[in-house]
């Protein structure tokens, strides 16, 4: 098929041609006397994108998912009361991940297009008096459907309630796009993934963590061995890992790391932000709406737009694929063919936005979607050239 | 610079992935007794592509220009007359050259916008009782006015003078990608580089000819050596070139032939038509005319864009660089200033071509354009979706 | 610093050039309808690998130890009985896994360049009358000492026995590189990785199961969730994966077991034992003996060399790093200092084993190693040269 | 086939990774405003390897063959006086385009394993009275038997005997891997290729010009356009060039430059120096000779065994390749089947020329050569090993 294929998945995003180049080499050894000189500062980097300041950062050989378990495993019991909430596909796997980690999960449902209840929470941990709750699940941006919640809320929710429970925060598809402030906001586990804001293929979990969640690993029951913290702390301190380390992604992160030092956190975190508005003028443009049900869950690294009754977000997706070479994400689970979702984050720029947003026209067009042609990308176009002024560029 | 860059010069151009990788290699030696097994059917997959049936390719170590001088220091001899025309800077450099090698140069010169005035060489063909022109030249596509030329009439009209002339054609933007014919109209020379419908970095000069090429070849009298025939054909006979050739290039060029062979050049002409139509209807929204002067002279390669008046293009060329990471094509020589360039051909699909107008709309606002945004993308979206029908697609 | 770098660590092994090029593309969607399409091909050809007909085959995006504890967490339950042995760093960090995923562990201690002991193990079974032993596991290749172990040795003793005890097989620097029979010798968990015998980077952990061992997981009760077989056989059963899978290593895989198929296992078996004599003549040649303790024990994919007396095996490894760019393997634990170890398996040939071989001459001699120049390499040389006819070659 | 390819041609050589990764890259804009930022330091760090101050230097999509043309028909007329020698194909190949070229060539015909006479040019130049002669070749090292001239002794012959002549320097195989000053020497047309001692592919011929030379190109009468200086010269000095360069090759350049601006020309020329003599005590250890007649013809970059009596070289180099996967240079013209070469430049260390050695030793023994097996290689382990103390290791 000619030309490139285009991703607008919420993940894998697509990387930069300077990480792809650096992960294009022959292999090394792992356990080489220099191999420190690569991993030691990747750790210190890697913990300044968390904003994690007293922690450490954990990166296990797997996906984002495993960093999820080496959270639960590492720092809580078997039977640990925790509180969840569930609004989309991935915080719907995070509760059943904990169930059947065997803990004792409160639960609160609600609507998908809404995010986390900090009211809720807030009563919740007002309510628990005695501190049984000993943690608290936060998921940042629930990729389903475009939802980002407020952990600096819940933070706030903590404090005011004066309850030590854990912060746990879902960050896979936020961190590294979206603002993210750990030690800020008292966050004990941070997760995320290396195929997402980090613009790396998938292949590594990684887990930032607190003082206070590494002290509290240290009576944690959990049997765990593979994602256990004592083996990494004790090899990490020296550079090395308890296993072969996927040395290629590695190389990799270190080129990630420096490109979002170069670009700087604070301007990744505005661009996404650029961009997300982007897509959400051309939504407006088209006269559809997003699965969020309001602009304070407006997320700006993935957008899942709703299709009129009657098109079916299967079809769209795959004839999208089949026919302009692009990938969008398909609803899933309740949201499954009612939506279809376009991943704005990572490598990305407002020409590629708008390309993903040509491709939708042109492919909603196909599928029967009624729509002016030009109406979504043109007001992207109108908003993203009203972003500068042309002094800059002279 | 977040994101990928965005390339839509009229050359180089996008580089398929597959092309890109075969390219990632280690060096081999091109003396090994297998190599004939890459090199010989790369000569009878190159001529096939030129539609070349009789004749003979040659591939140089050279860029485009390198195949323009090994055709006419090959088959001419200083002194001798040539037809040429001039109407952009590329059949102007020819003309140029033409004069430094030493020939007898009549040269019609058109305005720019045009292309070969067929009935002019007509005219000079049938006056010529003596035969003292020895070749006619063709610049089939000029890269630099977006203005494609009739060969087939040029061919007719040598045919109706009964003109033995010796038919040159420069193909370097044109051949793979829009039709052409060398056995079927009579070309006796066609040039072309591996930078444009090739899809492979610059460094290959091709240089496709006719038995009655190599026929006159052997009694031309001009200097050379490193473009020479006879060496050329003595060691590629066997498989083998008489320097060490780029055998990088050549790992790229199977790809970029298989990959030709696989879309058909049929479906690839139609592809670059229906891509440069999706342009020639943005340009239109926009309100903007193209610097071809009529239908019959659009390129399906590229368009030079005529900027209004007091825009300077020079600037909207480099503003789509540096704030857009987008690649135009600047005006040269003539319309310098006055006209940028969308090249669109090689491997490219409708949602690279839609990007190249979003680009270019974000641009020329910028620049104080005044257009309505979305104008020209969506006519872009609205022709192309409409070229086939959601059956194809289910 | 000149010259391309050397790598003779047992693992990761060197990258076919092939399996490099196949990794350098951009991302793709794992959740695309054409996904299986990559995917399916995929496991039944590694299944073929593993010489497993009626089971499955799990890809976790692990290192091999993460398959260790797939296998273990899925297959079995806390408290449960299981046999090991121990005679190196890997057949150790087995049982230390074990031990902290809650087995009760029946360890046998060996001689560290011994392998499993068969005889003691065909003892425990005979007297495990009430079939207590739910497990038995065998490092098939112990990589620290160089020693490889017989499986199928274990298989008869266990059908002598009668005992239905499940057989687990460490498989990681074995499998696709010594002979491995899942069927025949009725191994119930297999482990592996991918950049072993597999050619590929570290970050898959490959784990083939049983027909049995797939029924014992139906009513093991360990707490898994990342590592759960139910996850991956459902998602697996379409092409799927329970969670972002590292498309970029199954593109290497792919090649991979293409060229694992094109080259042919008992081929690859051959030249593993080929190149692997090479070294142990080499050894010879030098005067100095194997870790391994009898011909028995002889390990194809990694010898553990003894260095002389007053040679600290650190230094010789570091030396060979820093002076040569040539990676050997340390000594570990036990044999910390006394060995270093030449990896010598994958995608390597002659002539990559006699750089090995000089590499290691150079070194020693450096170190302070008395030795004969050429007199490992002369006879690795000797032998190679002897492995096949002339006429073949004509 | 198993393993990576060896390849010990004297040309293409070994690409360093960080240049194979460097050129794994999407096309770009080669008129781009930014494009000088790559261009202009390029220039300047590449006539830095010549070791020219006052001159200028040229880069050509073309392979070194068009260099040689560069510099002939840019600086001479045809019918200029040039004396020449001939003592292998590479000096030949000059010789005859010379010839081709036009001009009144005075040819000295030395014996095959021996380089440029500097008595009999001496002898020349004194009768010269009239100074016919226009220039004087120089052939640094003729890659067909390994042999290195003295460049500098032709320069002192020109001074003794006040001779105005050129000095024209063939450095393809040498320029980069051995001593070369092209001010000092008063060098004024030094050639050299990309694919040698620059460690890149071929598909870039080098010409670095004397101030004097540039100044000769003014009133010099050759018909060229291709390699015209007076193009490059006008769009190098703002850094483009007049055709489309080939940008993947020069983003290989800019780090092959670096590297070898990193090591250093004198370490690097000591580096060549020390594997090239290894290479020799290999030789010698076979009981072999070199086709270089006397120790100061010896080339550091290539090295022509003849090999016995009755032994076809051909048969040798095929062997090596089908057999053992590593390329050899095969003996040409008058000494074809006589001897086979080994190429040692570029980025090579000793551990590759001991994999050289040993396939050679391979190849030697199956195609029925007597030698101990070892007893090259192990001379070269030997010498190697004594390079350097053990101290600056630790």
């Not at 009211?119 to 628990?128: K, S």
């Not at 925060?169 to 906001?185: A, K, P």
Request: hydrophobic fraction near 45%; charge should be negative.
């Amino acid at each position: 098929m000619a030309g490139h294929s285009h991703l607008f998945i919420p993940g894998p995003t697509n990387i930069p041609d300077e990480v792809r180049r650096a992960m294009n080499l022959p292999m090394e050894d792992m356990r080489a006397w220099s191999f420190p000189e690569l991993t030691l500062p990747i750790f210190s980097d890697l913990k300044s994108v968390f904003r994690n300041e007293t922690g450490r950062v954990f990166i296990y050989p797997s996906s984002g998912t495993g960093a999820w378990e080496a959270a639960m495993t590492n720092v809580l019991s078997p039977g640990d009361r925790v509180l969840m909430s569930r609004f989309g596909q991935f915080s719907h796997l995070w509760v059943d991940m904990a169930e059947r980690l065997g803990f004792d999960v409160d639960v609160i449902d609600c609507e998908w297009g809404t995010g986390v209840p900090v009211e809720l929470y807030a009563e919740r941990l007002m309510a628990d008096r005695e501190h049984r709750i000993k943690a608290v699940f936060v998921t940042q941006n629930e990729t389903a459907t475009g939802v980002t919640s407020d952990v600096a809320a819940v933070r706030r929710a903590l404090d005011a309630a004066r309850h030590p429970a854990l912060l746990f925060v879902d960050g896979v598809s936020s961190i590294g796009s979206i603002d993210f402030r750990q030690e800020e906001w008292g966050v004990d586990c941070a997760v995320s993934g290396s195929q997402k804001g980090f613009m790396l293929p998938a292949g590594l979990g990684f887990l930032s963590v607190s003082a206070k969640a590494l002290e509290a690993a240290r009576t944690a029951r959990h049997m765990r061995c593979y994602f256990s913290f004592e083996d990494m702390i004790r090899t990490n301190d020296t550079g090395y890992f308890p296993y072969t380390p996927p040395t290629q992604l590695l190389r990799g992160l270190r080129v990630a790391l420096d490109l979002i030092a170069e670009e700087g956190l604070d301007n990744i975190h505005a661009r996404h932000h650029r961009l997300a508005e982007g897509v959400r003028r051309a939504v407006s443009g088209w006269g559809l709406k997003l699965c969020a049900k309001e602009p304070k869950w407006h997320s700006d690294t993935v957008s899942a737009i709703v299709l009129p009754e009657g098109i079916d977000g299967a079809q769209v997706v795959r004839h999208g694929l089949v026919r302009y070479n692009t990938a969008f994400g398909a609803g899933l689970a309740k949201v499954a063919g009612k939506v279809f979702r376009i991943g704005h984050l990572g490598s990305l720029d407002e020409v590629m936005v708008c390309s993903a947003l040509s491709a939708a026209e042109m492919t909603m067009l196909d599928c029967g979607v009624k729509l002016k042609p030009g109406s979504g990308v043109g007001a992207a176009v109108d908003f993203f050239r009203n972003q500068q002024s042309l002094a800059k560029a002279a």
